[in-house]
């Protein structure tokens, strides 16, 4: 069984910056492509930013020049660096992974989430 576990959400105040990080434990064969997720209250869960297995970016609108994604394939972690935070920043972060594992279905591509990390950023 695949496990991603996200860790380093906190409260900070606008302005300030948090790292989040991702890990993936299990067993598996390799992870594809990674990317953060964010979820406010009443609202849908929306992509934050993308990251492919030769380090190719993508960022939502909302977080370019603030959000920095990146990770480690030697460590299975990938990490989200969120700087300038704004009150509207205020979401829990999930973590998501395109993981190669041998699952009851076969061996391919399956999809993974987190279970989630709270982020509150106060005015």
């Known amino acids: 069984q695949v496990q991603l576990v996200e860790s380093g959400g906190g409260l900070v105040q606008a302005g300030g910056s948090l790292r989040l990080s991702c890990a993936a434990s299990?067993?598996?064969?390799?992870?594809?492509?990674m990317g953060w997720y964010r979820q406010a209250p009443g609202k849908q869960r929306e992509l934050v930013a993308l990251i492919t297995s030769i380090g190719s970016t993508n960022y939502a609108d909302s977080v370019k020049g603030r959000f920095t994604i990146s990770r480690d394939s030697a460590k299975n972690t990938m990490w989200l660096q969120m700087n300038s935070l704004k009150p509207e920043d205020t979401a829990v972060y999930y973590c998501n992974a395109d993981v190669v594992a041998a699952q009851a279905t076969g061996i391919r591509s399956y999809n993974f989430w987190g279970q989630g990390t709270q982020v509150t950023v106060s005015s």
């Open positions: 299990g067993i598996f064969f390799s992870i594809n492509r």
